[in-house]
């Protein structure tokens, strides 16, 4: 198609000029935001209420320095997603392993965070079906935590992959497919954490 | 796309498969027209199962309290019909056009994603399935297909054992959004990137467009409806809070999330069919159509403000002066674009030579049957009336003249238009005739009278009546009308049938057309183009056929006459390789792994319901056919 | 074409239709249909306007034998295009203006010192409806005085093992709908011109009987009001003799159950229940079971025999009374006027 593409200089472009798969992933990438979107705004509709049922609301149970450094973790797996990227881009497929392993091994602490996180909540009251806030924060988190823990699948798979020598720099592009899939994860994170745990909940609820 | 990377295959996968006629090509296709038929087929299967439903519906509302079938069954086919025939029938339907045409429109020589493609058509092909086994496994959904909690979450049947006919409604949508997920991801990048040399955005035949602006809405209205089906489902099997009052939960944010999906879904369902007869119409009329660049910006305008009016169905709810004004004005203004549309169309018409084939009859049907609804739906919008139509056969007639009269006649018209060149025979005419005027009839015997029925007060979803209310002349004709329907399509399938065995050889281009499908032979061969077209305008068949003078005029173009390059003067040659083009084309392998893989979900949906252990083969065999297919050699 | 033919059935229909929007007969609903009937008249011009073009250009440039020559090929025309965006526009901008002034005006609440406060409480599949200020508790079928605005206080409330779904208050006549969604609190006014009867019905889709969740509206001059709240607010009467006696002594207490358990009557001791319907006055109602049977003794025994054969998915046990039972229950339950 290259060859075609060439021959027809004289045309405008009838494509960006991006692969199939990278254009793929940014259409995924847009959908994710709405499925994201639709869950941040279930949250924020629901963060302070608990009807009859009483009992905490999220905001009554965080631990914000916690929260805070597993936070960081996850963003600077970001940081090495775009080391290995770069190993890869170079031809150093070994460096590219160590950065794989590296970031997936951050993610898997973010992920350990999110579960010491979630049995402390349940210890002190506030479980998936407490009240509707309780309910609202166990699901958002728990997609983004499921995206995460999808995440670390992929990088794992390409670490395998390369390690059986399959993953040349020729193919560094499915390094950048998970990358961008990763530091989108990684941004829904920021949102999530400035929205829902760094915004106050709104005056007077909670404790009901 | 470099397919030459990884020539060894691992030990342990699949090898590909070579079968070329047979059960098993089909299984393991990933040709987007195979994959096309396959929608076509299978959605118009759906389409008999969910007419049946209806029928059942119309003869249990002949008359006055009749108990031809029990208010349990009435709610569970007045479900299934609802969900039947948008998830089920006309989305598939668009989709079958979709993969058969658009990449013939642009001048590719398969989708993006050849596989993705294939698994997408068996994701959607499993969902179906797996809702219809609800039959057998204890009750159809009976919710309605907009699901309101929180009827449908624990609501009002608490005090009763938890019956599971919703559960299959929730699972088996998540299912299907998945697969129009990934479709539409497919042919965006499609769209975005495989369009042929001079195919610029401005260049795409309508239907490639509308289909294009649809792709974009499903992309973004599905997930919404995901979270909302995930937010029902975990009320029902978790015991959550999303819908339940007692525990803060609030049912109108159901309403908004379904709605913020559902409306744009409805232009998911319109668009492709307004697309359809943007080609059908200037086909029959020997005419360009008038406004291109206008028609396409109504159809983004409308994609656009699809957006903003969900509310619209809501106007019972109660949700204030302030933001019932609001929706009131998005719902009267996205008419504009709607009306434009029609002008558009009728002025295409203005002064052409109108041949009334039988797809240019639906086509018209289309235009004069959508205006109706459109203008019922203009009505809707005066808020206080509104009230009074909403949840009343008015609404049903409406929508039955934008999603039938409007959506199933398109669909109709492109069935017979493109017939020919799927099959490489014509549909016969005259039997084309009988069936567009049958359903012509019978469509608006059933329907106008749902117009009256709604403003004398027939509330929706009530298996039955009381005598005295005026309602059972014009429930009788409905019924009569609905039958009608059900001739029609069996004269389509008689026609169908026929043209197998005595159809009239159609030839490349019996239409005389105008866009790129109509330049290759019928039906077209695996690599659809010998050699990519190179296109230099709108209608680029068409001017290769016809030299337009500054005046309009047409004169047959000089020398050679139609066709792009080689692929004409080697007609002969398809197929057996004499033509040294075809040694270079490389065509992407079948493969077990999508259908294989897609039969993962079901399986999962089942084990949600009914056995944990189902859940872990359903999920053993997802992961494995994704990696199997990961690893999968691109070509043997 | 063919709904030209329908209107004229339509304006021609003399068919009594008692829930048709087309006939308002309160200030509510004729101020909604003076909104719709210009919006139909135009929408029927379009139509017409556009039908007929429709048909002009089939017949006008239809394929004749013999002309061959491609028509004129015309690509498009700016003027035409803004005229029929232009056009559109301000008739939709003419219609939009009425529609926000109307939504406003009836959005507003009617004066209390003037208006009747009726709270009505949805069930699946019936309405509780009470009268706050009178004390005053019915079923099904709601009593209103003509020529005064009344403000209906609509819920869905979560009564017994029963929780609350969506459903939809509608008289046709008096006015649009409203939905009852649990955990809001939302009010609707009707208001009735002449005595009579309205008939109304559930409009959002509750289960399995939502068809057979209708409702009363039953107009009265002020005076008739007055007096049936009269008749309302009194005590139930206890019969002394006969078999409405024995009925009495039976709804307290049968064998494996008592009504009282459910439903409740001012002036029996123990039976102040709100699970089902107030029977205070039962005997003095047309129709019962959401307004779908005539309160006749046929129709109540066969309720009593078996409610759920009458109404699917019906609340109320079947509780397998004798026919001497049924009979006893009949004769007490019409005896409470």
Known sequence: MSVQAAAHAEHPATNTGMSNVKVGMWGFLASECLLFGALISTYLLYRGRVGQAGGPIPHDVYDIPFTSVSSFVLLMSSLTMVLALAAIQRGDERRLRVWLVATALLGMVFISGQVYEFSTFVEEGLTLKTNVASTAFFVLTGFHGAHVSIGILMLLSLWGISHQGKLPPSRSEAVELVGLYWHFVDIVWIVIFTLVYLVPAPAGAGGG | MATEVLPQRRGWTLHRPTATTGVWSWITTVDHKRIGILYGVTAFVMFLAGGVEALLLRVQLATPENNFISAETYNQLFTMHGTTMIFLVIMPLSAAFFNYFLPLQIGARDVAFPRLNAFSYWVFLAGGIFMYTSFFLGGAPNGGWFGYAPLNTEGGVLDVVRTHNMDFWVLGLIILGIASTVSAVNLLVTIINMRAPGMTFMRMPVFTWMTFVVQFLLVFALPIITVALFELLFDRLFGTNFFNVLNGGDPVLWQHLFWLFGHPEVYILILPAMGIVSEILPVFSRKPLFGYAVVVFSGIAIGFMGWGVWAHHMFAVGLGPVANSAFALSTMFIAVPTGVKIFNWLATMWGGDLRFKTPMLFAIGFVAMFTIGGLSGVTHAIVPHDTQQTDTYYIVAHFHYVLFGGAIFGLFGGAYFWWPKITGKLLNERIGKANFWLMFLGFNLTFAPFHILGLEGMARRTHTYPEGMGWDFWNMVSTVGAFLIAVSVAVFMWNVMRTRTKGEVAGDDPWDGRSLEWSISSPPPAHNFDEIPEVHEVDDFWHKKYAEDEHGRLAPAVAGGAGYGPSEAHAGGHGDGEHGGHEAIHMPSPSYYPAFTAIGFPLLAWGLIFSPALIVIGAAILLGGLYGWALEPSAE | ?337
């Open chain 3, 1 to 337: 074409m063919l709904l030209a033919l329908v209107l004229l059935l339509f304006t021609a229909c003399t068919e009594s239709a008692p829930q048709s929007t087309l006939e308002p007969e309160g200030p509510v609903a004729r101020q909604q249909d003076d909104l719709f009937r210009p919006v139909f008249w135009i929408a029927t011009a379009v139509f017409v306007f556009v039908e007929g073009l429709i048909l002009l250009i089939v017949v006008k440039f239809r394929h004749r034998e013999g002309r061959d020559a491609i028509p004129t090929q015309v690509h498009g025309n700016k003027r035409l295009e803004l005229l029929w965006t232009i056009i559109p526009t301000v008739i939709l901008a003419g219609i939009a203006v009425p529609t926000i002034g109307a939504i406003f005006n009836l959005s507003r609440e009617p004066d209390p010192a003037t208006r009747l406060d009726v709270t009505i409480i949805a069930h699946q599949w019936w309405w509780e409806v009470e009268y706050p200020e009178e004390r005053v508790i019915t079923a099904n079928e709601i009593h209103i005085p003509t020529g005064r605005p009344v403000y209906f206080r609509l819920e869905s409330r979560n009564q017994g093992a029963e929780i609350p779904v969506i459903h939809s208050f509608w008289v046709p006549k008096l006015g649009g709908k409203q939905d009852v969604v649990p955990g809001r609190i939302v009010h609707l006014t009707y208001e009735a011109e002449q005595p009579g009867t309205y008939l109304g019905q559930c409009a959002e889709f509750c289960g399995i009987s939502h068809a057979y969740m209708r409702l009363r509206m039953i107009a009265h001059t002020p005076e008739d009001f007055e007096a049936w709240l009269e008749n309302e607010g009194s005590r139930a009467a206890t019969p002394d003799s006969g078999l409405a006696q024995r009925g009495f002594e039976l709804f307290q207490s049968f064998p494996g159950g008592s009504c009282m358990a459910c439903h409740a009557i001012n002036g029996l001791d123990g039976a102040a229940a709100r699970i089902g319907p107030d029977l205070t006055h039962f005997g003095s109602r047309e129709t019962f079971a959401g307004a779908i049977a005539d309160l006749t003794p046929e129709e109540l025994r066969r309720w009593l025999d078996d409610p759920a054969s009458v109404k699917p998915g019906a609340k109320m046990p079947d509780y397998g009374l004798s026919d001497e039972e049924i009979e006893a229950l009949v004769a007490y339950l019409l005896s409470l006027e």
